[in-house]
């Protein structure tokens, strides 16, 4: 069956980084848009950043335009974060051919 698994969350200091990976068991992302988003508790789902399959770019919501970047192979997708702020402590979900992963953790504290 095809599942999609993210990993890489943890803790980290303010202005720490982690690499997100979201792995497709059984299909292959390429081609095919690609969504990383997180929600914190008492705020809205945000969406993060994504890959277009119809325009082939990336974007990027504004809070963290500059800091993360996501790249892709056959089935993993990542997602760099550099310079993580306290507020972007959240679960971070992705979303790939139409199927959500169970999230990561993410947490920025001192």
């Known amino acids: 069956q095809v599942q999609v698994v993210e990993s890489g969350g943890g803790v980290v200091q303010p202005g720490g980084s982690l690499r997100l990976s979201c792995t497709v068991r059984?299909?292959?992302?390429?081609?095919?848009?690609v969504r990383w988003y997180r929600k914190a508790p008492g705020k809205e789902r945000e969406l993060v950043a994504e890959f277009s399959s119809g325009s082939g770019g990336s974007n990027y919501a504004d809070s963290v335009k500059g800091r993360f970047t996501m790249s892709r192979d056959v089935s993993t997708v990542y997602l760099q974060m550099n310079s993580l702020k306290p507020e972007d402590t959240a679960v971070y979900y992705c979303n790939a051919i139409n199927l959500w992963g169970k999230g990561t953790q993410v947490t920025v504290s001192s």
């Open positions: 059984g299909a292959f992302v390429d081609k095919h848009t």
